[in-house]
């Protein structure tokens, strides 16, 4: 293979950068390649959906395969909180500039993953032994006393149910000191997240400068292509998860109630989880109230339990109200199909995939909708053929 000489560069910019010059491009550039150039990319014009949506989606799996789903949903997270404080705050009190609104979005999330992170959780998985310990002994003293009113000996063996609860909240608070422990790793990708969108919102006219300077080249179609799916996912993202804050927002305001009632330890660990876990629909409730559960069983007795067994029903009925009149008129779609894709989200995407589920599934329908279909243009020809028909009889 030899490298052309004395050719003319294959486009032109007025703005000569690293390999664009004329001499370096021509240096580069393989024999008869300046003829390929010229030639239209019949793969791209045969196909230009297949070939835009394989790219698309090999985005996407690399990310996946990756192990950058949590990093993602943090990115979407921060745009959406900075999308929503820079416009819907913003129309709200226009005289502020949108740089303070975003600088004080930042200084508030800094200082609550700061003193999250560096001192609420360390003192918390600190803890964990003692609370092991408080839990046993509350649950073993609670058998001992149902089985001296009702002689639960003749049922089960009181020394394997007491190793039973030995066991099994010894493998639940490690199980959560390893979540916490976990939960430092995507920490770091939220200070990525963090970072990159500090610098999309600053320089987001720059990318099509950089990705779309040639409008002719494979380039520019694959950005504009990818760039669009993501605006139409990133708006189906903002409304459910919108809708999906406010019911998070209404059951964190009854769970704080009773929170401060109870006098539960860690008010606002407590608060701060309810709202996060309140984020997943179905199983956000579920988790957040099993915490708040356990916590009220160890620290203050079964009937404070009780209690929070009783708000566990209730906001999920309650919730059950919020998200038919809120994300139903959002989504528009059957409980079923709901249901079904949360389910596959969860399976192929873990915890994260049920926040994604939603907007995944409204996302496909919007594609598959702009798609013609293969019966569409026979549809059209027996119309057009029936109207014809009836002319002629007419």
Not at 14 to 41: G, H, I, M, P
Request: hydrophobic share 50%.
């Amino acid at each position: 293979m030899k490298f052309q000489k004395d050719q003319k560069p294959v486009g032109s910019d007025s703005e000569e950068d690293l390999l664009d010059s004329a001499n370096e491009t021509t240096r580069f550039q393989w024999k008869n390649e300046a003829d390929w150039t010229r030639r239209k990319n019949t793969i791209i014009d045969a196909h230009p959906y297949l070939a835009g949506y394989t790219f698309f989606a090999g985005l996407v799996l690399l990310c996946f395969a990756s192990n950058l789903t949590v990093f993602v949903v943090s990115f979407l997270f921060l745009y959406l909180v900075s999308d929503f404080m820079t416009n819907d705050v913003r129309r709200l009190v226009p005289f502020v500039p949108k740089a303070l609104l975003f600088s004080i979005l930042y200084l508030a999330v800094i200082a609550l993953f700061t003193v999250l992170f560096y001192n609420i959780i360390p003192n918390l998985i600190a803890q964990m032994p003692g609370l092991a310990e408080t839990l046993q002994s509350q649950a073993i003293t609670l058998f001992e006393n149902a089985n001296a009113r009702w002689d639960l000996t003749q049922y089960v063996n009181p020394q394997e149910v007491k190793s039973a609860i030995v066991t099994g909240t010894t493998s639940t608070l490690k199980f959560l000191a390893g979540v916490f422990s976990a939960s430092y790793k995507g920490f770091i990708y939220f200070i990525f997240a963090l970072v990159l969108n500090l610098l999309l919102y600053h320089k987001t006219e720059k990318l099509d400068g950089v990705f779309g300077r040639r409008p002719k080249s494979l380039m520019n179609f694959f950005y504009r292509f990818v760039i669009t799916r993501v605006r139409v996912f990133y708006y189906y993202f903002r409304r459910v998860m919108g809708g999906q804050i406010i019911i998070s927002g209404i059951n964190t305001a009854i769970s704080t109630i009773v929170i401060f009632a109870l006098g539960l330890p860690y008010p606002f660990l407590l608060i701060g989880a309810v709202f996060v876990f309140g984020l997943l629909p179905v199983a956000g409730n579920l988790i957040s109230n099993t915490i708040l559960t356990v916590m009220a069983f160890v620290t203050i007795g079964p009937w404070a339990a009780a209690i929070c067994l009783g708000l566990l029903i209730g906001v999920h009925k309650l919730e059950y109200f919020l998200n038919s009149k809120i994300i139903g008129d959002i989504v528009h779609m059957p409980m079923f199909i709901t249901l079904t894709s949360l389910v596959v989200c969860e399976v192929l995407f873990g915890i994260v995939g049920l926040m994604l589920a939603i907007p995944l599934v409204l996302f496909l329908r919007h594609e598959f909708e702009q798609m013609p279909g293969p019966e569409s243009n026979a549809e059209g020809e027996r119309s057009k053929d029936e109207g014809k028909r009836l002319k002629a009889e007419g």
